[in-house]
């Protein structure tokens, strides 16, 4: 009997690393795509959110005014250059949606627009929120998350205007 069982005692073991490496690759594979494709989430959402403030900045110190009469842009066309421009998207000129929240002195909302022509600063000492949502194209995991080929990117900035 026991002649039999050392008979049956692999004694090549020149193949084992590559059968290793067939067991393992799919969850290494995988676990590179999903670390791969987290830092590139956290990526555009960090450079949507500099954007958003790069933009607001523009904004409160009236240099978007100032860009949009010698440029003879619309104002929307200046939020999609002052936020596309700065985050290398390219969805995100068909996908931005842009909204700005007025708040009365009691922090109620007293005015709200996601109509791009309307885009403009508020009085002297008025609280506003500027919000912009951006749809950025997934790969696997966040369709697994997210259950769409597309997550929305949501940013957004809170200020009171200048005295």
Known sequence: ?????????????????????????????????????????????????????????????????????QRNLTVEQWYREAICGRIGMTTCEDTLQVTIERYDQDMNRAWSTSDPSQLTLAPRETVMRVEAVVEMPTVMFTNLLFGDNAARLTSGITFMTEP
């Open 1 to 69: 009997m026991i002649s039999r069982i050392r008979s049956f005692v692999i004694r090549e073991k020149s193949g084992v690393a590559a059968i290793e490496f067939g067991f393992l690759a799919p969850a290494f594979f995988t676990l590179m795509i999903a670390i791969f494709e987290i830092c590139y989430f956290v990526y555009m959402s960090t450079s949507t959110q500099r954007a958003v403030e790069k933009a607001v900045f523009d904004l409160r110190t009236n240099f978007a005014a100032t860009v949009v009469q």
